[in-house]
């Protein structure tokens, strides 16, 4: 079965700081596409960054990065630069078997950034 | 650019109330999918759609019903509301299978 697991509840960082949010995945299949999304207080879901399975450079979106070690099967976000607006809950996703964009989501991580 | 619109944002339903909520995007994209969202826990997919006319269960597709006769619409259906069913549900589309979902705002609903 197919699973994404986060073990941080909770997190918190000092603003201009780097933070490292964990998640790790388990799939049998050869393909697949990870994702992570942020979900401030308001309630919406924003998409940050995506790594898929054959992509050999780790990805990147300004602040944040994905630190992708197919090996151990982990997928952690990195936020550089920590800011106020970035406390909120992320998430992260994985692109289940048969494709279509259905995603399967871990439990989340609560990150507050403090001042 | 409107992306994706889901209505009501917020529903109070009593017990063996059905209602429709809806969901439209104007990106023109094929993939479709409701999901819902519990205290303490991700997103869970309830159904989702590939195109005009094809739906597919998800995880969690017990109590609902969906439908999708244009590429721009894809309402979820309860048909006897449950104490269950109380969460908040988001909406999303996408125009391929390796890119990011774009969710509505969601709809928090609440069964008395």
């Known amino acids: 079965a197919q699973k994404i697991t986060q073990t941080q509840p909770g997190m918190f960082v000092q603003e201009k700081e780097a933070v490292t949010l964990d998640c790790t995945y388990d799939t049998s299949d050869q393909s697949y596409g990870l994702f992570w999304y942020k979900q401030p207080s308001s309630g919406e879901m924003i998409f940050l960054i995506y790594q898929g399975s054959y992509d050999e450079q780790n990805a990147t979106e300004g602040r944040y990065s994905l630190n992708f070690q197919k090996a151990r099967k982990s997928a952690n976000l990195v936020i550089s630069a920590s800011q106020l607006g970035d406390s909120a809950m992320y998430f992260c996703?994985?692109?289940?078997?048969?494709?279509?964009?259905?995603?399967?989501f871990g439990a989340g991580t609560r990150l507050a950034v403090h001042p | 650019n409107a992306g994706v619109t889901q209505t009501p944002k917020f529903q109070v339903l009593k017990t063996g109330q059905s209602m429709t909520l809806q969901c439209a995007q104007d990106m023109n994209h094929e993939y479709m999918s409701w999901y819902r969202q519990d205290p303490g826990m991700g997103l869970r997919l309830i159904h989702y759609?590939?195109?005009?006319?094809?739906?597919d269960q998800g995880e969690v597709p017990n109590g609902y019903n969906v439908s999708r006769s244009t590429t721009e619409d894809f309402p979820l259906r309860l048909l006897s509301a449950a104490p269950s069913q109380t969460s908040v549900y988001f909406c999303?589309?996408?125009?391929?299978?390796?890119?990011?979902?774009?969710f509505g705002q969601g709809t928090r609903l609440t069964v008395v």
């Open positions: 999303a589309s996408s125009p391929g299978v390796n890119t990011e979902a774009f």
């Open positions: 996703a994985m692109r289940a078997s048969g494709g279509y964009n259905k995603l399967i």
């Open positions: 759609s590939v195109g005009a006319g094809i739906t």
